[in-house]
């Protein structure tokens, strides 16, 4: 296969003055843990991707599902009454797998869709129950939850809402590991005026942060209090990377009034996310006569539906959850000694597959991506000089002994 190089590639999140001069890093193949560039070279996948490759890559088991599927029905619209068989089979078996028994799903095309769906769904929902003032919707400092509208007025990474103007003015922010920054919001503005809470029970890519000792139950209870909807951003940590089940929300008994989705759901094979919404939330619109006017064209996609189909039978049938809960205690292991590096400020781990090597140097990030390139890892930096560390389940613990030592010397 031959590989163009094109200059005609806008990448995203990138400086397209450095990439136009050193040239893109091209990748070309990938199976299990592994990925190869368009030299030949072969890399250690740190980061599943970008969170989402969650049964390894080169599984011919979900492409032929995609196959299939497009053969006998690519897709149809969703619109109105309409389904594909595939879409509701999918529907049905998430539904049995939320963490809040009931939860209808609403298909998006992918994260950045899934919060802004459940943004809007937020504010609709509060105007059927005769409270049209409950508008606000609050994010937290370091969050990210995407880049539609709303997900980037939400943000808590200032420069990813910078030189944009004043897109959204009903969101505020609050500390990320403060539960009474949210309740001092909640008493300035008004409990009457506040639609939802979004919460990521991990901090992803603001820097992989995890949750202070007991606060993603004070933040539930919080809003609970004040009538206010808890949105759990589920994007990263769904389908799996928690470790042992299926949803952070699960394991920390959240309860979430809507759940939005994506990455894990179809371990990346294919572009989709979803919603999960609460009964509470979904009865006003079920009770006839109430359109919630929104929808995706791809949303519910019958191909993406197969692989998404798919991908849950590989983590069911090989026990991958228990994989991440291993994954769990191996990262943490293997990479705490990294802390005693001059150029590592703290190794964050412990808490589902996902970890951070902090850099000391954040401004060194680039160059420290560069050097563990130089050492067989394809990894990226997240927040402030962070080292993502989220590998496919089906690593090995002998694997990730292997990866921390190339960080090592990469580092080193």
Known sequence: MTV?????????????????????????????????????????????????????????????????QLSTLAHYSGFGDITSDVTAALADRLSGLAPVPGSKVFFTSGGSDSIDSAVKLARRYWHEMGRPDKKIVVGRTKAYHGMHVGGTALSGLPPNREN??????????????????????????????IAAFFCEPIIGAGGIYLPPEGYLAEVRQICRDHDVLFVADEVVTGFGRIGGSWFASSRFDL??????????????????GAVFIAPNVAEPFYSGGVWWRHGYTYGGHAGAAAAAMANLDIIETEGLLEDAARLESDLHVALAPLADLDAVSEVRSGLGAVSAVQLEEPS??????????????????????????SPAFVMTGAQVAELAERISDALS
């Open 4 to 68: 163009s190089t094109s200059a005609g590639l806008w990448h995203g999140f990138a400086d397209m003055g450095a990439v136009s001069t050193t040239g893109p890093f091209v990748v070309t193949r990938g199976e299990g843990v592994h990925i190869w560039d368009d030299k030949g070279n072969k890399y250690l996948d740190a980061t599943a991707g970008l969170w989402f490759t969650n049964v390894g890559h080169g599984r011919t088991q979900i492409a032929e599902a995609v196959a299939n």
């Open 164 to 193: 944009y103007g004043d897109l959204m003015a009903d969101a505020a922010t609050v500390d990320w590991d403060d539960a009474k920054g949210l309740l001092g919001l909640i008493e300035r503005v008004g409990a009457e005026n």
């Open 255 to 272: 309860q979430p009034d809507m759940i939005a989705t994506a990455k894990g759901l179809t371990s990346g094979y294919v572009p989709m």
């Open 364 to 389: 060194r990030a680039p160059a420290a991506v560069a050097a563990l390139r130089a050492h067989g890892v394809s990894g990226r930096a997240a927040g402030q000089g962070a080292l993502q560390i």
